[in-house]
């Protein structure tokens, strides 16, 4: 008898694609942006707009409110911990500091872990 092979399709390599941006409203980008490198750039250009209005920096508005965010964008979406994005990873530690850490002893959840005395 003949074996039929059966292929079966699995997604997950999809998932390490970057999502980018191709188009805003009717505006055709000239190069595609990733979102990740979007978000970062918005968040360091608040950061910086938050930091002027309370410490006033003598620097012209182009380089400020343009050059430094791109530069602090790319470098935080360049740079990888773990082999993640960097806003993942630190996505990730923050809700790992946030939710309750839980001890287990003998397979049941524990307040403590008694200290293990060998010898009297």
């Known amino acids: 008898m003949e074996s039929k092979e059966k292929i079966i399709i699995s997604y997950n390599k999809i998932y390490?694609?970057?999502?980018?941006v191709y188009v805003?409203?009717?505006?055709?980008l000239p190069q595609p942006v990733p979102i990740y490198t979007a978000v970062a750039?918005?968040?360091s250009l608040l950061i910086?707009?938050?930091l002027?209005?309370?410490i006033p920096i003598p620097i012209p508005g182009a380089i400020k409110y343009l050059?430094?965010?791109y530069l602090l964008?790319?470098?935080v979406t360049i740079s990888k911990k773990d082999g993640k994005n960097i806003l993942k990873y630190y996505a990730g530690y923050i809700?790992?500091?946030i939710q309750k850490k839980m001890q287990f002893e003998r397979f049941k959840e524990v307040e403590q872990i008694k200290k293990i005395e060998f010898f009297k």
Request: aromatic share 10%; proline share 7%; net charge positive.
């Open 67 to 69: 050059l430094l965010p």
């Open 41 to 43: 750039f918005a968040v």
């Open 95 to 97: 809700s790992y500091l």
């Open 48 to 50: 910086i707009f938050v």
């Open 24 to 28: 805003i409203g009717n505006v055709r």
């Open 16 to 20: 390490l694609l970057e999502p980018k």
């Open 73 to 75: 964008a790319k470098k």
């Open 52 to 54: 002027t209005k309370i």
